[in-house]
């Protein structure tokens, strides 16, 4: 029994020792991952394709392995970044059938973004070999932020269009995304038929 009248005198003086000694704390504001983006380098891509383009240096390239995968379909997969810019290639063979529906095909695989995208910019930009190209840059949290197609109208069609393999919300992958669109335009720049 004389333990038993000690215990609340005890209690009660650990729950004063605790309370009385509060450590000062400020919240942390939310931070963003760093992220270290090394500097643009380019590298032709190998023979073996009817075309060729430069790319950066950190990126790989492995060919499309999707059932619907045709002989000339790339991906240009950056590793540490998780990106991948898939590309698709078409000899149209002087189709204009052909032709069409690898445009029609390029403006729906845009437009199926438009559920999520908060605006779609289009412009048609002229390389330095001449061609024309239309490129699209995608805002809000669509799954491809940049895309872009270019033709010679006769023989040749193809098309890029950036993806990330990560859950990463888009404004944090902002510096990651304008990373990759300035190789994506390098590529267009240098890209030539054979």
């Known amino acids: 029994m004389k333990y038993l009248s000690t215990l609340p005198v005890l209690t009660g003086l650990i729950l004063l ?3 009385s000694s509060a450590p000062d704390f400020t919240p942390k504001p939310k ?3 760093r992220i270290d983006l090394p500097a643009h380098r380019y590298r032709m891509l190998p023979a073996g394709h009817p075309y060729e383009f430069e790319y950066s240096t950190q990126a790989v390239i492995k060919r499309d392995s999707s ?3 045709q002989p000339h379909w790339l ?3 950056y590793p540490k970044l998780h990106a991948n810019v898939q590309i698709t290639y078409m000899d149209v063979q002087r189709d204009r059938r052909l032709y069409n529906k690898m445009m029609e095909d390029a403006r729906k695989l845009t437009g199926k973004h438009e559920i999520k995208a908060t605006a779609i910019d289009e412009r048609i930009l ?3 070999s001449g061609m024309r190209a239309s490129v699209f840059e995608l805002q809000g949290e669509v799954p ?4 872009f197609y270019t033709t010679d109208s006769t023989k040749h ?3 890029g269009a950036l993806y990330f393999r990560t859950a990463t919300a888009n404004d944090s992958l902002a510096p990651v995304i304008e990373y990759v669109k300035t190789d994506m335009v390098r590529m267009l720049n240098t890209l030539k038929y054979k």
């Open 17 to 19: 020792a605790g309370c």
């Open 75 to 77: 991906n240009v997969y």
């Open 157 to 159: 069609f193809f098309r």
């Open 126 to 128: 002229k390389t330095p």
């Open 144 to 147: 491809s932020q940049f895309q």
């Open 67 to 69: 059932y619907m995968a």
């Open 31 to 33: 931070g963003y991952n």
